[in-house]
């Protein structure tokens, strides 16, 4: 009887530290949950949030793992920011009022072409799932693109998004810039990332000039600039391999066979001393080192080098210039912008010139707006010869975005309006580069294969890219690599 009695108030003593235990622990306020890209895509993504508590952690699990049985655990790198001192508005529309646990947690050594699940914990509070998948997939495959989604009322960005990753089922998805109007006003930022539509897929975004803009808005009703994308780098922790003072907001990764390139076009308005120095150098480098290893190249950058002459007359006179030279240099398949609000795309351009062949020629293709901001077309795109087709979103009440497939003859690229209507279509030949892609092969066939490669810790696991690539060299090198 006394052991039974004993039993009984352990037992009680037990139920009462465990309530009090799970009672101790607070409610957290988890948000702008967003999976972002990193170098190689086959094998890691950052999965990034915002916390209201200093402690956290993301699960994470394969997909048909649906009670995360087998889910492995991830801390993620966590800091206290707000924009206290940088943007000086105290309104509840900023990040200035509430400080917070800006956390990015990269998940690592991931299986290629799989699908995965993960939740955030933080006190109490737990996550939906939410889902991704890991870059691989044998050809054909495809991403969505969009652009300019702008700004926080419009009617056409959530829905447009929806319709695409119904008529796509994109699992990368690529934003070209001004995801927002203020970069200093939150609430804009909620409206994208705090959606669930704006989830399950992984996400690659350059800047726009609008992630300069800080909310203090002046008596004359023009907003300061900061001179770095500060929400922006807080809001997506992409590969730090870009331009020395451009991290962040500049690099570059693979997906499948095509390298991206993601550029920070942001201060067009200097020539000298600019970031496009810095750039063009980290440009030039990381093609030089990377060459051989993709099949497609594609850059994304918000201010289109041959968007028009009007709205922005600084891109052409510093811009173009330079970067249409470099992009023939490196022979870019296809540069993806926005910034202008009037579609645009050009035909296949060798620098400057329209090339008559496709093959051996850049594509330009602005967008114009995935949101309602449109402008008319102007005299310096009506009847320019470099053009293969132009589109006065305004007068025509349209919004746009694109479904682009890869194989391994080409890439199609399909633009809808926000009416499932297709309004362009084009198509980009592969190019015949040197040593096409059999080192990347190597390059694949190493990170997906080789134990030592994958690794779960939680800093930010980039700069593995020499490592790899020795490897793939090896590999490459080797006569078995080549049987077959």
């Excluded at 349209?398 to 198509?427: M, P, W």
């Excluded at 030592?452 to 793939?472: E, H, N, W």
């Amino acid at each position: 009887m006394m052991k039974s009695t004993l039993r009984t108030a352990l037992l009680c003593l037990l139920v009462t530290l465990a309530a009090g235990s799970s009672c101790s622990r607070p409610e957290a306020e988890i948000y702008h949950i967003v999976t972002t890209v990193c170098e190689d895509a086959a094998s890691a993504v950052t999965v990034n949030y915002h916390c209201s508590l200093p402690d956290s952690y993301v699960l994470v699990t394969q997909a048909d793992d649906t009670t995360f049985r087998h889910a492995e655990k991830i801390k993620p790198v966590s800091r206290i920011w707000s924009t206290v001192g940088i943007d000086n508005t105290a309104t509840e529309s900023t990040f200035y009022t509430k400080e917070r646990y800006v956390c990015y947690a990269t998940i690592s050594g991931l299986e290629a072409d799989t699908r995965y699940r993960y939740k955030i914990v933080a006190g109490k509070t737990r996550t939906d799932a939410r889902q991704f998948k890991t870059a691989g997939k044998k050809e054909p495959w495809n991403f969505v693109v969009f652009t300019d989604f702008q700004h926080r009322e419009n009617p056409v960005t959530l829905p447009l998004v929806e319709m695409m990753k119904e008529i796509a089922s994109p699992d990368l998805v690529i934003c070209s810039g001004d995801q927002i109007d203020v970069a200093g006003n939150e609430y804009e930022w909620s409206f994208l990332l705090d959606n669930d539509i704006f989830r399950d897929f992984v996400y690659a975004a350059s800047p726009g000039d609008h992630a300069y803009w800080a909310s203090d808005k002046t008596p004359d009703g023009h907003y300061p600039q900061y001179d770095k994308p500060y929400t922006f780098v807080n809001l997506f922790h992409l590969p730090d391999n870009g331009a020395p003072d451009s991290k962040g907001s500049s690099y570059y990764f693979y997906y499948n066979d095509i390298l991206f390139v993601a550029l920070d076009m942001n201060n067009s308005n200097l020539s000298s001393g600019s970031r496009f120095d810095a750039q063009a150098a980290w440009f030039s480098e990381t093609l030089d080192h990377l060459a051989g290893t993709y099949r497609y190249l594609v850059v994304f950058m918000h201010k289109s080098v041959f968007g028009s002459d009007l709205i922005d007359a600084a891109v052409a006179r510093n811009i173009r210039p330079q970067w249409a030279s470099l992009f023939r240099q490196y022979g870019v398949d296809l540069v993806l912008s926005g910034h202008d609000h009037i579609y645009s795309r050009t035909l296949a351009m060798d620098g400057d010139q329209v090339t008559e062949d496709p093959a051996a020629g850049t594509f330009y293709l602005d967008m114009g707006s995935s949101g309602d901001k449109r402008r008319p077309l102007d005299e310096s795109l009506t009847g320019n010869p470099r053009y293969a087709k132009v589109m006065d979103l305004k007068e025509l009440d349209q919004s746009c975005a694109c479904n682009i497939e890869v194989d391994e003859t080409c890439l199609k690229v399909t633009v809808y309006n926000q009416h499932r209507q297709v309004v362009d279509g084009f198509t980009i030949p592969r190019k015949e580069r040197p040593a096409a892609s059999e080192s990347r092969e190597g390059f694949l066939f190493v990170h997906m294969t080789d134990p030592q490669i994958g690794f779960r810790d939680v800093s930010p696991g980039y700069g593995q890219t020499d490592t790899l690539m020795q490897k793939a060299a090896a590999v490459a090198a080797s006569p078995c690599s080549r049987a077959g």
